[in-house]
């Protein structure tokens, strides 16, 4: 199989992480450590370049979910499969994401961490699919709006294949 055509390239995606961890870096200096919660699996190379680009006291936890679906539909119902290991009461928290498509996924976690009285909760994603999303969800750091493609790389997969593309990639699931 062909590598999947570059939506977005290295060096688009380099420059647009510097940018959004300057900004953070700027929005979050002198309010103490920031929490930065990646969401498994997708966000786990997003995190991990992000997160060495920022220049504020900050930690890394990892949290875990499942949507449930009927069939290959999403039904819109988020599981906490993996939690935080540490409280975040009275922290700043910034939810990493790889995409934000139907946005039920980072709905869910923004009220599942607000309940727990945190500082901030905030929202940093790589990619947002604007026109698909189905719940009022605002993301406060974002990367790429992108059309309704399926893409892949950066950490995203299609089947667990290609999460470890250097680049973002679009592919036909019907090839
Ligand atoms: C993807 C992505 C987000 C979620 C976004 O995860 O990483 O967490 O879907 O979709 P939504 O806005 O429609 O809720 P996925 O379920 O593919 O799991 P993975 O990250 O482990 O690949």
Known sequence: MPNPKTLISEDEIKARVD????????????KGELVL????????????????????????????VSSYEHGSVRSGA??????????IEGKHVLV???????GHTIHYLINMLKSRKPASVRTCA???????????????YLGFKIGDEWVVGYGLDYAEKDRTLPYIGVIDPTD
């Open 19 to 30: 940018v959004l961890a300057s900004q953070i870096s700027l929005d979050y200096a002198d």
């Open 37 to 64: 919660v990646g969401v498994l699996k997708g966000a786990f190379i997003f995190l991990a370049d992000l997160s060495r680009r920022l220049s504020i006291p900050r930690y890394i936890e990892f949290i875990a």
């Open 78 to 87: 988020v599981r906490l499969v993996m939690d935080v290991r540490r409280s």
């Open 96 to 102: 990493v994401e790889d995409i934000v498509d139907t």
């Open 126 to 140: 790589l990619l947002h699919k604007e026109h698909k999303t189905e719940v009022d969800v605002h993301v406060d």
